[in-house]
């Protein structure tokens, strides 16, 4: 009885942890791997924020190997930084909105997605820069969209607020 007590609490505690390849607020000392940063903006007109947190599916274009970026919806927050990412040219497929936990969508949906096409090369010691953004919108009724979506400005803004900052330190890479 007493193992079964020890496992349901590990388990229990377990469940508790961070999730692996989720955003930070500083970056890491530059150790031979990448880093991205993605402007984000949330706007909540109800209150409601249906996702308790979203991930961006980003896979390697030669190998097709997947890496999921989460994060959590902070209307506070003008970007999210992630690091601890191998070099190498990559392309996000997807964006995935999560319910809090004993929610769901449609009936029974653990997530919802939508699918993108953004491209995007991670430098060793660089910190890349999107050039999309994204975008949570919670209107009145309820109802909300995401979009990941490409604008001339976003490099700029984002690599302004991040120097304004001046918690980063890297190097900053702009793709074409």
């Not at 791997?33 to 979203?54: E, H, I, M, N």
């Not at 599916?57 to 959590?72: G, H, Q, R, T």
């Not at 999309?132 to 803004?157: H, I, L, M, N, P």
Request: glycine content about 6%.
């Amino acid at each position: 009885m007493k193992k079964i007590f020890s496992l349901l609490v590990a388990m229990g505690l377990s469940g508790c942890a961070s999730l692996p390849d989720q955003d930070v607020d500083s970056l890491k000392t530059p150790s031979g791997k990448g880093a991205l940063a993605v402007l984000t903006t949330f706007s909540d007109w109800s209150g409601k924020q249906p996702c308790y947190r979203y991930s961006l599916e980003m896979f390697d274009k030669i190998d097709e190997s997947k890496k999921v970026l989460n994060f959590y919806p902070d209307a506070d927050k003008k970007y999210v930084l992630f690091d601890d990412i191998e070099k190498g040219s990559y392309v996000i497929k997807a964006i995935r909105c999560f319910p809090r936990t004993g929610y769901v969508f449609d009936g029974n949906k653990t997530y919802i997605e939508s699918k993108v096409l953004s491209e995007l090369v991670i430098k060793a010691n660089m910190l890349t820069l999107s050039k999309d953004a994204f975008s949570g919108v919670v209107y009145d009724d309820g109802s909300f969209s995401v979009s990941f979506s490409r604008s001339a400005q976003t490099r700029e803004f984002l690599k302004q607020i991040i120097s304004e900052e001046d918690k980063v330190g890297w190097p900053f890479y702009t793709h074409e």
